[in-house]
Nanobody, 125 residues
Framework: QAQLVESGGGLVQPGGSLRLSCAASGFRLGYHTIGWFRQAPGKEREGVSYIGQSSYTTYYADSVKGRFTISRDNAKNTVYLQMNSLKPEDTAVYYC??????????????????WGQGTQVTVSS
């Protein structure tokens, strides 16, 4: 059974950094697009970034472009989200999710079929 587990969240001051990890089990992560989403209290879930089966295919939301970097280590079956220059508006629960097998990379929530439980990121002084 496919499972995704996020880790690495926490409390950080504005301008600080965190690295989130998304560890996969039950499937080979390398055959799927993996996306990162976030949801702040009272707001809809929004797409943050994805990485395709080829690590050359990446996407970033405008709000995080230039600050966040997504990467994958297929040998460890893990995807990472390096978050730098964090802002209070980055505060949210962050989720990773699995896209379709050998499918087209997209940020459409409906195309992701397996989700982690989320990890809280709080940016505050």
């Amino acid at each position: 059974q496919a499972q995704l587990v996020e880790s690495g969240g926490g409390l950080v001051q504005p301008g600080g950094s965190l690295r989130l990890s998304c560890a996969a089990s039950g499937f080979r992560l390398g055959y799927h697009t993996i996306g990162w989403f976030r949801q702040a209290p009272g707001k809809e879930r929004e797409g943050v970034s994805y990485i395709g089966q080829s690590s050359y295919t990446t996407y970033y939301a405008d709000s995080v472009k230039g600050r966040f970097t997504i990467s994958r280590d297929n040998a460890k079956n893990t995807v990472y989200l390096q978050m730098n220059s964090l802002k209070p508006e980055d505060t949210a629960v962050y989720y990773c999710a699995r896209g379709p097998f050998l499918g087209t990379a997209t940020m459409d929530v409906a195309s992701y079929d397996s989700w982690g439980q989320g990890t809280q990121v709080t940016v505050s002084s």
